[in-house]
């Protein structure tokens, strides 16, 4: 089965303590998400990572603080998670990732299907699967999850790899992600579906 990696806005602001934006705990899944990553560049997997990349006046401002303004420090991925080669996707770019590979949609919605250059990404890629990890749980990776479901992929979210602004509000998403048709799987079983769909190195994960 075709599988995807869409690594969900591991950025400064969001997971490293004092980020604009920060996630509570969001520093704990650091490890978690890096395993994942590892694992799909040694099994040729790709991975579509989202970034915010907000103007300083982003009418999103009204409803969150400034955080992830483009070109700044927190705006950046956090180093963990930056695995192998990694290209922000440009309209001159090829848009389909090699396996290994980590090409970034900038987007200044909350949803990666929001992504000037999504439409084209998946359309290159022609996933079957996607394993969905990164913050907020609540946020963007349910609106990945959901809307990634709506488009017909099979979608497991990394329980081990995510992480939420409010417990409750996180909780209450995962119940509702489950019930949209998202699994909800531990690490073992991610990195089970990597070896499935690609030819892992031996030392995979």
Do not use: N, W
């Not at 300083?56 to 956090?78: V, W």
């Not at 949209?180 to 799987?185: D, Q, T």
């Not at 990195?191 to 769909?197: D, G, K, P, Q, V």
């Amino acid at each position: 089965m075709r599988t995807v990696v869409f690594d969900i806005d591991t950025q400064r602001d969001f997971l490293e303590p004092g980020g604009a934006l920060y996630v509570p705990g969001g520093e704990t899944i650091v490890p978690a998400l890096r395993r994942i990553l590892l694992a799909a560049r040694d099994c040729g997997v790709p991975v579509v990572a989202s970034m915010d990349a907000h103007t300083p006046d982003d009418p999103e401002f009204s409803r969150f603080p400034p955080h992830c303004i483009a070109g700044t420090r927190g705006q950046e991925k956090i180093p963990e998670t930056v695995v192998g080669p990694v290209r922000v996707a440009s309209v001159e770019s090829d848009p389909d990732p090699a396996g290994g590979e980590t090409v970034i949609l900038e987007k200044r919605k909350l949803s990666v299907l929001e992504a000037p250059l999504f439409e084209a990404t998946l359309a290159a890629l022609r996933p079957e699967r996607a394993v969905i990890a990164g913050v907020a749980t609540e946020y963007c990776i349910r609106a990945a999850a959901l809307g990634l479901r709506e488009r017909g992929l099979e979608v497991a979210l990394v329980t081990d790899a995510v992480r939420a602004v409010d417990a409750g509000d996180g909780d209450r998403a995962l119940a509702e992600l489950r019930e949209a048709g998202v699994r909800l799987v531990g690490m073992e079983a991610a990195l089970a579906m990597f070896r499935e769909s690609g030819t892992c190195a031996p030392a995979a994960a």
